[in-house]
Nanobody, 118 residues
């Protein structure tokens, strides 16, 4: 299984970015895909996840600003639309895939840097 993330970059506060992650390989129909982030000097934290059935779990800090979705044409692709970005959103964002099958394996993408300038 491989995860390919894209879409990070530099944006001014109040701006928007869209992250995408494509999962490939032997992926079970039941899975959870999502995004975590890690800011300098801090632990990795949940941003948002979405199950294969469409159930979303997102952090309080991004509610109302970030939207996670699955691609309608490619179910193993997730997008994270980030609006009203703040300087505290600056972090490396990691795509994650958890397989909800007998393997129960967890996979991480390579990380993409999001920098929000104030």
């Amino acid at each position: 299984v491989q995860l390919q993330a894209s879409g990070g970059g530099l944006v001014q506060a109040g701006g928007s970015l869209r992250l995408s992650c494509v999962a490939s390989g032997r992926i079970s129909d039941m899975n959870v895909m999502g995004w975590y982030r890690q800011a300098p000097g801090k632990e990795r934290e949940l941003v948002a996840t979405i199950t294969s059935g469409g159930t979303v779990n997102d952090a309080d800090s991004v509610k109302g600003r970030f939207t996670i979705s699955r691609d309608n044409n490619a179910r193993n692709t997730v997008h994270l639309q980030m609006n009203s970005l703040k300087s505290e959103d600056t972090a490396v964002y990691y795509c994650n895939l958890f397989l909800r099958d007998s393997r129960g394996l967890n996979y991480w993408g390579q990380g993409t840097l999001v920098t929000v300038s104030s």
